[in-house]
């Protein structure tokens, strides 16, 4: 059994990781900024040592990764923040990274980066070997994170891998669940490629990473069907018997102030392929497509027939 390090154990991502890690035996130190988070304190009960602390100041990691194996840096911010957002990812790196060469016990450190510094991909397949070209300011921050990484592994043989994420959804981030509740805003036309990966699925690929993984690797995790974000929700709406949803100018949504990353995100094209992923660990997804899982929450696809009969 591994002696693991979780940085943002309290997050959707690291608590539940941490669980998954500890019902199998593993060791499980976890990094938190409040120690009596009610996610926190259960998984304390389950064995996982809480470690007090912030990636942003380096003297709360002192120690922190003595005797640690594997390192998995799952921290973010808010990205209206994006002072704070560029200390967690870039200097936040750094800091735990300098706590890591210390210990001299890390194997492999896993960075969770997202699909941001690609930019806008237009309808291309994005692989690892795609130009970074980030679009709006989150996706600077990103790739200057993953740089920051990068530099390390060249210069000093750090073990890191790099995990570019695509959206994640399951129990608690369901977009069936946000149609319901009309959460949802598509800005632009809705054409934009979008890349998914389940949150199992997501799980899987952390626990098998540190032992399978090529370290100094970028890896692309997501699913293997990037969707069209307009044919995303149509269907969703589709099986819920509702009409097909209604787009936003993304050009006005700038103009009301709404933040740049927050839109340009929301807009940019990341059709990204799995193929590396898929070679390298050798995984079969439990959710390959998005449709996986809203046959699962809805039952099968409704034809539009179907729909605006029902709906007479």
């Not at 998914?196 to 699925?201: L, N």
């Amino acid at each position: 059994m591994a002696n693991v390090l979780i940085a943002g154990a309290a997050g959707y991502v690291g608590s539940r990781l941490a669980q998954r890690l500890l019902e199998q035996g593993h060791r499980v130190r976890g990094l938190v900024r409040n120690p009596d988070d009610a996610v926190v304190e259960q998984l304390a009960a389950k064995g996982m040592v809480v470690w007090t602390g912030d990636v942003i100041r380096p003297e709360s990691l002192i120690g922190i990764a003595d005797g640690i194996e594997f390192v998995y840096n799952l921290t973010s911010r808010s990205v209206l923040d994006n002072g704070s957002l560029r200390q967690t990812a870039v200097d936040g790196n750094q800091h735990l990274i300098a706590a890591c060469s210390r210990a001299r016990s890390v194997r492999c450190y896993v960075f969770t980066s997202d699909s941001s510094p690609y930019g806008d991909g237009d309808s291309k397949w994005l692989t690892e070997d795609a130009p970074p070209a980030p679009s709006y300011p989150l996706g600077q921050i990103m790739f200057d994170a993953e740089q920051t990484i990068m530099e390390l592994v060249r210069r000093h043989r750090f073990p890191a891998i790099i995990l570019r994420l695509g959206t994640i959804y399951g129990p608690e981030r369901d977009f069936v669940d946000a149609v319901r509740k009309s959460t949802v805003t598509i800005y632009g036309n809705g054409r934009n490629f979008v890349s998914h990966i389940h949150i199992d699925d997501l799980l899987t690929v952390l626990e098998q990473i540190p032992q399978l993984g090529q370290p100094g690797a970028l890896y692309n995790v997501v699913d293997d069907e990037p969707t069209r974000l307009i044919d995303l929700y149509t269907n969703v709406r589709q099986r819920l018997g509702m009409l097909p949803p209604r787009t936003y100018s993304s050009a006005r949504a700038l103009q009301s102030g709404l933040d740049p990353s927050i839109v340009g995100r929301s807009i940019a094209s990341v059709r990204m392929s799995n193929a590396r992923l898929k070679h390298d660990l050798g995984i079969a997804l439990r959710y390959p497509s998005y449709r996986t899982w809203l046959d699962e929450r809805l039952g099968e696809e409704r034809p539009v027939k179907q729909v605006l009969e029902a709906m007479a």
